[in-house]
């Protein structure tokens, strides 16, 4: 047995079959693996008696569910309104300086996937960015080499 | 600004923590007792469309299926509000106490929080604070379980049967409605959905009556409600207000002196230029003088700086992605929409297609399948209609 | 009785039951709504909004389709701001569409179309993006090309192979402006769980699904002198072609048909009824060769129930989902590869033609069986055995270019030598039709006497019901049959793969036994196959299968073993049923394809 489908039995197991977990499971994986291989997927619908064209049209209807090879660390800046009001361009460009990525590419080591998203609900404290479930508000040019500098050390 | 015209309310934050004795008070009362509070309370959906919740109550409570199920609805997605989130960060026992009632009066063993992905960082203290409270229940010897679901980031969720629809393992796709959720929601079961600050002004209800809610507000738009300011304002946040207020007290308020247009309740929410903002009142329906907006909360303040074509173009970026697409006019109306104002903007349409497109949004709001739908062109037309001349040159 | 709820539709009062759409309700007063995401074969989506009506009083407009009545609304079906916003709703739609009609293979039979031509959508406001989007072409599957530039997102086909057919080849993925319907990760139809039935085809509304078209391929066959082109008809293309040129819904054509194919300039017309009734030779002996191993002798290796193997879409579903059972599928190949396999061999000798040069080409109600033509164990004759297979719409496009008045032609007879044929044989065109006809022929075989049904119709297998259970007591046997004396055969019909994927797990699991199962991918069985002119829904199956019992009864000879040209081939080619012969031309193996 493969890591992956140790990985998808033991989530299984943990929620149940049912369709009403399909979402959790698929969440365990994403935590796990940062994105759901064609593997993971058919492994999914094996093991919880989904079509696999249905659990992968599920998957790719929600933003975090990524079907493509993410990094270690994904990195999702806020474009929406207020982030872009308050110079989430630069941010962007601070990121993919620090990263030498450009906006959704992985760095070749494989560590950071740099991402977009829609509104993380920080207005009042744009711009803001999420790296996996971490959030940081507030963000200078400064702020984002630092906190990249931190993460490139973990 | 910051003449602080408008009175700040106190009791949503209010540091009360004495979940017990309030369960205790609610498990001794009648169902008919607490759902005559909470609609003599005149409180309505805080997630914007404004659904009377006592109602809701009791049309759930009313309604026979073989499991009733209670949803928080956390994924507070709308573009300018982040209320939700500090609510399950500070008062989150005042959220649970609202579901426990809601429980305790429509029949419901089982409640769930739908979280969205991007307040993921709120599981671990969150889960903490539900595991106290079941603590609690069990001392009450109430067998509701609370459970916290996480959604992977999709906009449409925040849409009550989408969420259903992606809680029970599927795309996010609105219903058909009806039959609506008080009949056959969750699994098909009678389900209430409440958005996270309706159900924190539940305590306040229960624990002071409802007569401290009702006094708060004017006429249809009773009590106080949780708005999150961002955008060209010195003073960005959360604050709780009083609703009916009108819309240019609150600038005076908030603005920074030079605003120009405040987007009330969100990307799907209207735009209103500095020239309305005395005849609009944050409310719902019940006028003051003019027209009357409801919101789920979010406030955006721009000045003078800011191009409104840019607002709106981000705006429309933002539902042409979010849509969840089945529906014709909402997918492929907000996609002619950006790309719309994108060919006026370069000339390679007529200014007057910009009337076209009105016309087009009228349809949407018509036809789209579910609430969000019908109102995604709201943007469109009150920044078109009101700033015209930016869209063009 | 349920309540009834009291409307008006466009101020004419109506009465109807509750729980009525106001679709339903306005058919019943002949007001037609437009709809294109509707389908009365699939549950409501509700997501075209073209079916958009006006409730008075209301800011909003109501989908026809998925709101229920309710007492004393007035409903306007085409009031100024119905018909405004679903001009719109049109205008949207074609915005996406790749909407070159021209170049549309189902230009004049489109839905879309329609309704733009209905509505006269002569603007074109709103900014083309169907051709700027980079949009896919999935033509490498046998049998379907799916062009996501036609797409209109109805998710018709979705709920076709979801729920009709529980295959779930199809989804839909992505969201917004990037929502699109998808195999897994996108891959070809080909490589996925498809079992090219087809049936998404006859549900979508545009081009976005169609068939592989062989036609030019068959015309150049014709064109070739050196060429001998036979072809072959499937039953159920009897009962449809007429609905492609102008004929009632449910006339029989096969004389038409045959003087047609003649006019076409094929070599020699024959029937896959004559291999229909041959199947029923092979496959009635193979039931009762399982009976005896299985019942008597303790032989498992080809265990019961068996089903049978004619449907092409039901074997490659089967191979996919139940790989641990294929040893219970009959092993005969379909009738339209029996005819094949001996188009090159034993018609060939019997012609005198050099099988090289024998172009083979059969019509059929069905997409699935342009690939199992092309699976490539179906070689047995030394040669493909069958070339080209076109749908009953495809030959109806082939006689159109032909220029023939198909309306006037007389009855013709097939040719000769595989072209006799049973009223067995035509019933297989319907559900229940093999099971009836293999138990006409097996129980004559094994009591010596006709079926103990009134004018040999099995009426208990017959009809549209999903699955349908029958059981048929044999007495008074034939001395070799002695082991079957006092037996109860137990008989399962299912149509359309959701049903059979129910009755083969019930039988999995052990909750359900039977002898005989007999199993046809589409709902209706061929007659409502995935190549059949379009519309088809159970209206239009009743009245094919109406022409297909008609059919039978209308002919001399009933059972296939009466048929002599059967009993001439076993005479001088084919030894017996289950012979070495027929097993090296007749019968075929099965494999494990992977489910996901």
Known sequence: MTDIQELVGGLVKKFGHKRENLLPVLQGIIEKERSLSDFAMVEVAKQMGISAADVYGTATFYSFMDTEPRGRYVIRVCKTITCFMKGKNQILLALEDSLKVKLGETTPDRRFTLLETNCLGWCHKAPAMLINDEIFTELTIEKVHEIIGEYKNK | MGKNMLKRIDLIFKNEHDCDIILEKIFKRTNEELINDLIGSGLKGRGGAGFPTGLKWKLTSEAKGEAKYVICNADEGEPGTFKDREILTQVPHKVLTGMAACGRIIGAKKGFIYLRAEYNYLKPSLQKEIDTFHETLKKLKSDFRIEIFSGSGAYICGEESALMESMEGHRGEPRNKPPFPTDAGYLGQPTVVNNVETLAHCWTIFKHGPKKFRDLGVQDSRGSKLFSISGDTPTPGIYELELGMSLQDFVDDFGDGDSKAVQVGGAAGFCVPRKKFRETAIGYQGKLTGISLPTGGSMMIFNSSRSMYNVLKNYLEFFEEESCGQCTPCRVGCQQLLRGIEAVKRGDKPHYYLTKLLRLTETMKMTAKCGLGQSVANSFSSIVENFREEMIY | ?596
Request: charged fraction near 25%; glycine fraction near 6%; aromatic fraction near 6%.
């Open chain 3, 1 to 596: 009785m349920s309540k009834m709820v009291n409307l008006k539709i466009n101020n004419i009062d109506v009465s109807i039951e509750a729980g009525t759409t106001i679709l339903s309700a306005a058919e019943k007063l002949n007001i037609k709504i437009p709809v294109l995401c509707y389908h009365k074969d699939l549950c409501i989506a509700g997501n075209c909004r073209v079916c958009v009506v006006e409730i008075v009083g209301s800011r909003k407009l109501a989908a026809a389709c998925a709101t229920p009545v309710s007492e004393g609304i007035e409903v306007m079906t085409n009031s100024l701001l119905v018909r405004n916003a679903r001009k719109h709703i049109i205008e949207l739609l074609l915005s996406e569409h790749n909407a070159d009609c021209t170049k549309c293979y189902r230009n004049g039979n489109c839905e879309l179309q329609d309704l733009a031509a209905e509505y006269k959508i002569t603007n074109q406001d709103f900014i083309d993006m169907a051709h700027d989007g980079v949009y896919s072409i999935d033509d490498l599957s046998a049998s379907i090309i799916k062009d996501d530039s036609r797409c209109i997102r109805c998710q018709r086909c979705v709920r076709t192979c979801r729920e009709l057919q529980s295959v779930g080849a199809l989804a839909v993925a992505h969201k917004g402006s990037e929502m699109k319907i998808s195999t897994f990760f996108d891959r070809p139809l080909a490589e996925v769980v498809c079992t090219n039935c087809g049936q998404c085809i006859i549900h979508c509304p545009t081009g976005a699904l169609i068939e592989k078209t062989y036609i030019e391929r068959v015309w150049d066959a014709i064109a070739d002198p050196d060429k001998h082109v036979v072809v072959q008809t499937a039953p159920a293309v009897r009962v449809g072609l007429g609905e492609e040129l102008e004929l009632q819904t449910g006339e029989r054509v096969t004389g038409k048909m045959v003087a047609a194919l003649r006019r076409l300039g094929f070599d020699s017309i024959l029937d896959t009824d004559f291999t229909a009734d041959l199947t029923i030779m092979e496959e009635g002996t193979e039931l009762l060769h399982r009976l005896k191993a299985n019942l008597v002798e303790g032989d498992h290796t080809e265990p019961l129930p068996m089903t049978t193997s004619c449907s092409p879409g039901w074997v490659k579903f089967f191979e996919h989902t139940f790989p641990e059972m294929l040893d219970n599928m009959s092993t005969c190949k379909s009738p339209q590869q029996m005819f094949g396999a001996l188009a090159k061999t034993y018609y060939a000798k019997k012609v005198d033609v050099d099988p090289e040069n024998i172009v083979s080409v059969s019509i059929m109600p069905c997409t699935a069986k342009k690939f199992e033509a092309n699976r490539p164990e179906m070689r047995d004759s030394g040669y493909k055995d069958v070339d080209f297979v076109l749908t009953t719409r495809e030959l109806a496009v082939m006689i159109k270019q032909a220029g023939i008045q198909f309306v006037d032609l007389p009855d013709e007879k097939y040719d000769s030598i595989m072209g006799k044929s049973s009223g067995a044989a035509v019933i297989f065109g319907a559900t229940g039709g093999v099971m009836e006809a293999a138990l006409r022929t097996a129980y004559e075989i094994v009591t010596g006497r006709e079926v103990p049904f009134e004018n040999l119709n099995i009426e208990p297998v017959r009809g549209l019901e999903g699955v349908r259970e029958a059981t048929v007591k044999i007495e008074k046997v034939l001395p070799e049959w002695k082991f079957l004396e006092g037996a109860e055969l137990k008989c399962c019909v299912a149509h359309g793969l959701s049903n059979a994927k129910k009755v083969m797990e019930q039988v999995k699991s052990g909750e359900k036994e039977y002898h005989f199962i007999e199993i046809m991918a589409c709902p209706g069985g061929c007659l409502g196959g995935g190549g059949q002119p379009i519309p088809t829904n159970d209206e239009v199956r009743k009245k094919r299968m109406k022409a297909i019992y008609d059919e039978d009864t209308s002919l001399a000879i009933r059972k296939s073993h009466e048929n002599p040209e059967i009993v001439q081939i076993y005479k001088e080619f084919l030894g017996e049923p289950l012979g070495k012969q027929s097993h090296k031309l007749l019968h075929t193996e099965y494999f494990e394809r992977q489910r996901y």
